[in-house]
């Protein structure tokens, strides 16, 4: 894979921040876009928009011809059983509110139990807690050890006295790296007969997801974090659970049938795309696919691996015990998402101090407070290199961090020889 050549393809990574070259190490927030991508969606607005589904001429055939060919685009790359699996929303978010909405009408009853984990992206979260406030679900999480890593005899724990109706989870954590052992949940969860839910988000960047490897009921990811445009995204669900679900939103492009005394839907996936959809996204989101396996998943994660060797080694090596690093030591078990804290610096400090070197990372609770919580930190800075990342930026991040602990020090400066 070659990162020079690749960095090329993205006309973002060639602005200068406060003086220097920028370093994108945000890409877990988003990454950016290559200009395949951005003319992908040029391309579409200005020569084949219409709205789709609904016009007879020309033009709008075209525009659901594209649209449609984006839906099988995502399925082949999820390994799905039919593109009708797949269903486009504004992205993660959107997907997990629409489960919970869905299945809180449809399926959970007060007393049932919902399980999640405390690695988990607000929006893993928060959806299941407005169902318990609403519907007087019961909303249990399964915690981590030490190394990050979910507590399966927690879970177990919890299948076995069979209220548990789902269990959701993220396949990567956004804050550890964690990579979860998603088949060996799905298995636990359905022999207890609960539903399998999977935040994609962070993997699908990183890793061609299977989703019928995975074992999952339904996968929801946002293009954003993977080249795409942001405002589109997947809810992936296997399609006898998709028909069996009601939809969540109503309006146009959803039913088969309004009446003033009776209304009835229409099949999956339209039945979840109500209104007018981002046509012109999906299409991109199918461009950044293109993308990515041009380059090949194996390379890519290489690639990915490198980088998060390279971060992981140099701070080891370089800071001992000043910086903290969370989640996994083994590279095998993490993606390349990286929190850390350095001793006595706040998160924000860090990045501001980053930043003025034009090193872009994040810091504060990443939207996870229940691991904030659990971690006993009130937030973490993060880096999260991606494919266009070179070595040389890594090392940029880690002379950066060496500059903030000496800044920080309570020892005395180095003196100067004198001359
Ligand atoms: C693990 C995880 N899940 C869900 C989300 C939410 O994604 P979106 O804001 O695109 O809906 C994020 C975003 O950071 C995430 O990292």
């Not at 299948?159 to 990579?179: P, Y």
């Not at 839910?197 to 946002?222: C, E, T």
């Not at 809810?235 to 009776?262: N, Q």
């Not at 998160?347 to 990443?366: E, F, K, N, T, Y």
Request: proline share 5%; glycine share 8%.
């Amino acid at each position: 894979m070659d990162v020079n050549r690749i960095r090329g393809d993205f006309p973002i990574l060639s602005r200068i921040e406060h003086g220097r070259p920028i370093v994108y190490l945000d890409s877990a927030a988003t990454s950016q876009k290559p200009t395949a991508v951005l003319q992908a969606e040029e391309q579409y607005y200005a020569h084949s928009n219409a709205n789709v589904h609904r016009g007879v001429y020309a033009l709008s055939v075209e525009a659901t011809d594209a649209y449609e060919a984006a839906r099988a685009r995502v399925a082949r790359f999820l390994n799905a059983g039919d593109p009708s699996e797949v269903v486009f929303l504004r992205g993660t978010t959107e997907a997990i509110n629409l489960l919970a909405t869905s299945l809180g009408r449809s399926t959970l009853r007060k007393g049932d139990r919902v399980v999640t984990t405390v690695m988990e992206h607000h929006s893993n979260v928060v959806p299941w807690h407005m169902l318990r406030q609403y519907s007087g679900i019961e909303l249990s999480f399964v915690g981590i050890d030490d190394g990050g890593r979910l507590r399966l005899d927690e879970l177990d724990r919890l299948l076995a006295d069979r209220r548990t109706k789902v269990v959701t989870l993220t396949h990567v954590s956004n804050v550890l790296g964690t990579v979860n052992p998603v088949r060996e949940v799905a298995d636990r969860a359905h022999a207890a007969g609960a539903l399998v839910i999977v935040d994609a988000a962070q993997s699908v960047p990183h890793r061609r997801v299977d989703v019928r490897a995975l074992g999952a009921d339904f996968v929801a990811f946002s293009g954003h974090k993977m080249l795409g445009p942001m405002g589109i995204g997947v809810l992936w669900g296997k399609a006898d659970f998709l028909e069996a679900l009601p939809p969540c939103m109503g309006g146009g492009e959803m039913i088969r049938e309004v009446h003033t005394d009776r209304v009835s839907y229409a099949n999956a996936p339209a039945k979840f795309e109500a209104g007018t959809p981002n046509v012109g996204g999906a299409v991109a989101l199918g461009a950044a696919i293109e993308y990515l396996e041009r380059i090949g998943w194996d390379e890519l994660h290489a690639h990915d691996t490198r980088l998060l060797r390279r971060l992981l080694t140099g701070v080891a090596d370089r800071f001992g015990p000043s910086v903290r690093v969370y989640g996994p030591t083994e590279l095998s078990e993490r993606e390349a998402v990286v929190s850390f804290s350095l001793a006595g610096v706040h998160p924000h400090d860090i990045a501001s101090l980053l930043d003025a070197d034009g090193i872009c990372v994040r810091a504060g609770q990443h939207c996870a407070q229940p691991l904030m919580d659990r971690l006993g930190v009130p937030a973490l800075t993060r880096a999260s290199p991606y494919v266009y990342n070179t070595d040389t930026e890594i090392d940029a991040l880690l002379d950066g961090m060496a500059k903030i602990l000496q800044l920080f020090s309570t020892d005395p400066p180095p003196r100067a020889t004198a001359g």
